[in-house]
């Protein structure tokens, strides 16, 4: 089933590559995990960088926006150890850390809102006109390539995701294939832990219907469905 929302909004997808990402779990300060796709607060904020928003304006406004991600193929999964050197009275301490970064990770980015910085962002993209580089999740690591930006005037409404991710609580069921990797992982809404299910090579089916264009769901900034 397809919609509109409003004459007012429309829809973007867009295919992002990195070299390096890392998408940092949000409930642990020190978390060395990285989530596979990012969630869509990181969506909007890579789109609003391009733009040249402000964190101030980021803020305020990223609850009028949906956003979600699709994997398209990532080239693996690394581990690195890092050495942290704590300096104490008297004595040094030193700890080893696991550092988790995604290889040649390339997504489809998709965004829902006002249709004046929905056109302002694709003619950016089409004219590789960034006011700030947007980066993978942490500031050590930049995009490699951005293609296929589309403008999408209709949405579809589904039951399904696939190669993404969705809120534990509307979940229904998993379909998963020898080549199936799966995450359960926290994230933070008002303070308080949730959940989102993601993978690779997975699907899921869900209990509510969702907004989605080009396969690609879109959720509100914190993943709300309630």
Known sequence: MAGDWTMEEVGLTVDVLFDLAHFRVHTTMKGRSSYLLPLPTTIIGFFFSILGKSREHYIEERKNFKAGARII?????????????????????????????????????????????????????NNFEFDFVPYAGISDFIFFDIENPRIHEH????????????????????????????YNLPYTYSGKPEF????????????????SIDGVPLYDCFLVTR
Do not use: H
């Open 73 to 125: 193929d990532i080239g693996g999964v690394c581990r690195e150890n890092a050495q942290l050197l704590k300096l104490k009275t008297g004595r040094e301490d030193r700890t080893t850390e696991e550092l988790m970064l995604l290889l040649r990770p390339k997504y489809k980015f998709a965004i829902w809102g006002k249709r004046e910085t929905i056109y302002l962002l694709y003619k950016k993209l």
């Open 155 to 182: 949405f579809e409404e589904t039951y399904t995701v696939k190669n993404s991710y969705a809120p534990r609580n509307i979940v229904d069921s998993v379909e998963l294939s020898e080549k199936s990797i799966v």
């Open 196 to 211: 989102v299910v993601m993978g690779i090579n997975v699907g899921f089916k869900l209990k509510n219907k969702i907004m």
